[in-house]
């Protein structure tokens, strides 16, 4: 292309990065899979008609979606726009149940979607958690959320609050004046995508199957005709009483989907088992499954379709004899968000996890181990990958010979039963080590650590080979173990990058944010 005609382009791209706040490499990278093209127009380089006009075409398409626009300075965030242009794709619509989708915008759906939810928020102690639940909707799948409280759930949060995340009026009473003026409950019910129930307690469940109507809630959820999610919440004992089971299969049976509940703590002291409401990631996710927003034509087009991503987690249980063992605290929760996170990306997905409580991640291949040398077989067997990422907490060592009995305390003995220890393999550095075509092209490792965090997590990646670290503080006063928040330092061969306190879904969000736009940019031409 002769100069003139390429100054003129180069103007009306440095026009679009005034504009958007696009950075030049991405724009490069989006439009025609080169991150030098504006660099090279800068220096007087010529490019192709057939280039320019793809150049052109790109700007054309963003300028006219709000995928053009760039994130807020700062998130550091990559748009799929910006992931597919990388890997040499276009931006592609997906469908949900019977409305268009966009795009996406920081790994959240474009906010010109027009998805609308009603939550009826049960009357349990889980109550509480539909705030967050509210909170990640909005942000993750950026859909509008409606409202409505039993009398029940009043008692543990308010309306107030409630409205104030949902930012819209919070419907409580079936006799409201102003909005039974237009048969409100109907429209409730009608003018929706999804109704979700959480938390949902047995009475609201009874009620369900009883087909009753006294309240707001009861009414509409006898009234829609869109698909019904429904979290159960209740004490241990009242979900496994026969009345329970009798309501929730009798639901089921009608089609009302169910996620959790998951078994745990409960509030009251001294009470476990079945009945905590399912964590708030684990709806997010199927809410989406629902809407087909994951593992249907999203999870087909998505920035990582076609890729596999294999991740590690929980812990290892080394067997001392039948009834002890060797292991570390480690709930698996973060692993479990990573795992959720890929697949709602479009990857295939396959997690190898150690004994946890949590049920695996829907639409992800699991694979349930014990020890470290099981979960090593499972890995090789998973390969090859495109993204490893290794979030077990593995067990060092375990006992060279494990007793086939249960060790006795012999009271006439005066020594403690000695145990010889031998080291596991090193997972994250046997598969770090393979040879290219069996190597993943991406391979991420843990770092929990108690002290001088970053530099144990530097020493780490070099020793273990790992491309990027992702390391956090474990001692006893983060409360990081077992716990919903990390807060965690993403350590790569170009520098540290430190994050906020974040919920697990949200470390796992930023994290493949980053690896799909990693991948793209580095295997565009594999």
């Known amino acids: 292309m002769r100069n003139a005609t390429a100054r003129a382009l180069l103007a009306e791209i440095e026009a679009y990065l005034v504009r958007t706040g696009a950075t030049p490499t991405k724009l490069g990278l989006a439009a025609v899979n080169d991150g030098h093209l504006v660099a090279n127009l800068r220096k007087g380089h010529s490019i192709t008609l057939k280039t320019a006009d793809k150049v052109r075409a790109y700007l054309s398409r963003a300028g006219r979606s709000p995928q053009g626009r760039h994130p807020e300075p700062g998130l550091h965030a990559v748009s799929h726009a910006e992931i597919a242009g990388a890997a040499g794709g276009g931006r592609a619509a997906h469908r949900g149940i019977d409305r268009r989708i966009d795009g996406r915008i920081d790994g959240r759906i474009d906010r010109c979607v027009d998805w609308r939810i009603v939550l009826v928020i049960g009357g349990g102690i889980a109550a509480y958690k539909c705030l967050d639940l509210i909170r990640r909707l909005r942000e993750r799948l950026a859909v509008e959320v409606l409202t409505v409280m039993t009398r029940a759930a009043q008692e ?34 009608r003018d929706t995508d999804l109704v979700v129930v959480a938390p949902a307690t047995a ?27 429904v979290a159960p919440a209740m004490n241990p004992h009242m979900w496994l009483a026969p009345a329970t089971r009798r309501n929730v299969a009798l639901l089921a049976a009608d089609g009302i989907h169910f996620v959790g509940p998951e078994t745990g703590e409960m509030a009251e002291r001294g009470e476990a088992g079945p009945g905590r409401l399912a964590e708030v990631p684990q709806i997010v996710d199927a809410i989406e499954d629902l809407l087909g927003l994951a593992g249907g034509a999203h999870a087909a087009e998505g920035p990582l379709a076609g890729r596999h991503v294999l991740v590690t987690s929980g812990p290892t249980h080394e067997p001392i004899d039948p009834v002890r063992y060797i292991a570390n605290r480690s709930s698996g ?46 890995v090789r067997a998973a390969l090859p990958a495109d993204i490893a990422v290794f979030a077990a907490a593995v067990a060092d060592w375990r006992v060279a010979h494990a007793a086939p009995q249960k060790l006795k305390k012999r009271e006439a003995a005066r020594e403690a039963p000695r145990l010889e220890l031998v080291e596991n393999p090193d997972i994250l550095k046997t598969v770090a080590g393979l040879p290219p075509g069996e190597r993943p092209p991406l391979v991420v490792g843990f770092a929990a650590e108690t002290e001088s965090v970053v530099d144990n997590a530097r020493a780490k990646r070099k020793a273990k080979g790992a491309d990027w670290i992702v390391a956090n503080d474990v001692s006893p006063a983060t409360g990081v173990m077992g716990g919903d928040r990390n807060t965690v ?10 994050w906020p306190e974040l919920d697990k879904a949200e470390v796992a969000r930023r994290l493949f944010e980053r690896a799909a736009y990693w991948l793209a940019v580095n295997t565009a031409s594999a």
């Open 333 to 378: 929760k973060q692993g479990a968000a990573i795992a959720a996170e890929a697949r709602r990306l479009g990857a295939r997905v396959t997690l190898v996890t150690g004994p946890v409580s949590a049920a695996p991640p829907a639409g992800v291949d699991a694979v349930e181990v014990e020890t470290a040398v099981e979960m090593l077989g499972a």
């Open 156 to 189: 543990f949060v308010t309306p107030l609050s409630v409205g104030a995340l949902s930012n819209a009026p919070v419907s409580t009473e079936l006799f409201d004046l102003d909005a039974e003026r237009e048969i409100g409950h109907i429209r409730l019910a």
């Open 203 to 229: 009475d609201l469940i009874a009620r369900m199957a009883g087909g009753h109507a006294d309240d707001l809630a009861t009414s509409l959820l006898l009234a829609t005709d869109r698909p019904v999610l």
């Open 489 to 498: 330092h993403l350590v790569t061969p170009e520098g540290v990058e430190s």
